[in-house]
Every structure is written in structure tokens, then in C-alpha cells.
Nanobody, 115 residues
Framework: QVQLVESGGALVQPGGSLRLSCAASGSIFSITTMAWYRQAPGKEREFVAIITRIGTTNYADSVKGRFTISRDNAKNTVFLQMNNLKSGDTAVYYC?????????WGQGTQVTVSS
């Protein structure tokens, strides 16, 4: 089994930056892609960004040019660098992967963008 633990969420002012981390443990040999999702209050969970094992990335249109996903395979960790944050980015951010055909989620980390 794979376990995911997110960290790095915080309260930040509009225009600020944050870096989220997601550490994977367990049967990590089965991990290929890793992704970030977010869920704002009263809204459905939505896709944010994804990265393959070889570093190919894709982003939601709402975060393109502001967010960057990266990974350190040696440390089994994926990152989400978030710049120029907006109030609309306020949400719980979740890390996700598919391991041995099973979707795995972390517990989430809260990001609040407010002045």
C-alpha cells in the first residue's frame, strides 16, 4: 500500500507564494504519475496539476503560468510551487496517485489566500 502525506499549507496574502509537499511511503515502486487536486468550500474537488515519473506535466487552465509541479523521485516527494496566489485558490489541496490500480489520497493541507 501507498501512503501520502501533504504539508505546507498556510494563510497567505493575495499575490504571495507557497510551496506544498507530498511525501509518499509504502509500496512506492508502483507509483507512476502524481497529481494535486483541490476542493474549495461548497465545491467539488478539481484537478490542479499532474506529473509523470519522467517529468511530463499538465495543469488546469486556472493555474497555468502560476503553479509549478515537480518531483524528487529519490525522496518520493512531489511539490507544488504556487505563485501569485489569488483568493480563488483558497481550498484544501490533496495529493493523489494511482498505485497497483488503486487511487490513493492524502489527508489534505489547507491553503487560505486572504488579506
Amino acid at each position: 500500500q501507498v501512503q501520502l502525506v501533504e504539508s505546507g499549507g498556510a494563510l497567505v496574502q493575495p499575490g504571495g507564494s507557497l510551496r506544498l509537499s507530498c511525501a509518499a511511503s509504502g509500496s512506492i515502486f508502483s507509483i507512476t504519475t502524481m497529481a494535486w487536486y483541490r476542493q474549495a468550500p461548497g465545491k467539488e474537488r478539481e484537478f490542479v496539476a499532474i506529473i509523470t515519473r519522467i517529468g511530463t506535466t499538465n495543469y488546469a487552465d486556472s493555474v497555468k503560468g502560476r503553479f509549478t509541479i515537480s518531483r524528487d523521485n529519490a525522496k518520493n516527494t512531489v511539490f507544488l510551487q504556487m505563485n501569485n496566489l489569488k483568493s480563488g485558490d483558497t481550498a484544501v489541496y490533496y495529493c493523489n496517485t494511482v498505485a497497483s490500480g488503486t487511487s490513493v489520497w492524502g489527508q489534505g493541507t489547507q491553503v487560505t489566500v486572504s488579506s
